[in-house]
């Protein structure tokens, strides 16, 4: 069964803190997506990865920076964390051989004071 | 470029209603369109797949269909339970494999 874990699963840091997001898939999947989700916008794209050091930027990029260190491991990095940052962060994998399905982990909510 | 509008914020129905949720979406693409679920303190999860080359989709009581000349995308099922209480999202699939995703409708049943 598809299988993407988060962590951590909540975090708390002040304005310009240093704060990393961790995603790991276990589906083999060559995509792999992190979003934001905020009340009345669903979810928005910020950044998303093809493979291993490969890196393209989604809607909502300011701000982020990712990383793709294997085939299994993306990272989002805030370096300067902002209040407007505050909210639920998932991660997703895909196959495109597939097609579009994605497939979620559990979240991590985020809180910057 | 592509967008997806789901009117409903919320819904509340009783158990054992008609359940209806519409949005319409605009893309200069052969669209894919899907209905994505969330249920609470989950990651969203894939209910339906429509294409061009089906018009339909069946999945756990739920059928989607989409109108090509209204550019609308529907999602219904005959009788709602409980267990249905979650968002559903109206999500389009463009030419990079990239998911637009709607705001979401938050369905309540009432017990």
């Known amino acids: 069964e598809a299988a993407v874990t988060q962590s951590p699963r909540n975090k708390v840091t002040v304005t310009g803190g240093n704060v990393t997001l961790s995603c790991r898939q276990t589906?083999?999947?060559?995509?792999m997506y992190w979003y934001r989700q905020d009340t009345g916008h669903g979810l928005r794209l910020i950044h998303y990865?093809?493979?291993?050091?490969?890196?393209q930027i989604g809607d909502v990029p300011d701000g982020y920076k990712a990383t793709r260190t294997t085939q299994e491991d993306f990272f989002l990095l805030l370096e300067l964390a902002s209040p407007s940052q505050t909210s639920l962060y998932f991660c997703?994998?895909?196959?495109?051989?597939?097609?579009?399905?994605?497939?979620f982990g559990p979240g991590t909510r985020l809180t910057v004071l | 470029g592509d967008s997806v509008t789901q009117m409903q914020g919320q819904v509340t129905l009783s158990e054992d209603d008609f359940l209806f949720i519409n949005c319409t979406y605009s893309?200069?693409?052969?669209?894919?369109l899907f209905w994505y679920v969330q249920y609470p303190g989950e990651g969203p999860q894939l209910l339906l797949k429509?294409?061009?080359a089906n018009n339909k989709g069946i999945s756990r009581g739920f059928e989607a269909t989409y109108d090509k000349g209204t550019t609308s995308f529907h999602l219904q099922k005959a009788s709602v339970q409980e267990s249905d209480s979650a968002v559903y999202y109206c999500?389009?699939?463009?030419?990079?494999?990239?998911?637009?995703w709607g705001s979401g409708t938050k369905l309540i049943i009432k017990p």
């Open positions: 997703a994998s895909s196959d495109v051989l597939g097609g579009y399905e994605q497939y």
């Open positions: 589906n083999s999947h060559n995509y």
């Open positions: 990865s093809y493979g291993a050091g490969n890196l």
């Open positions: 893309t200069t693409w052969y669209p894919t």
């Open positions: 429509v294409t061009t």
């Open positions: 999500v389009l699939g463009n030419s990079n494999y990239q998911l637009i």
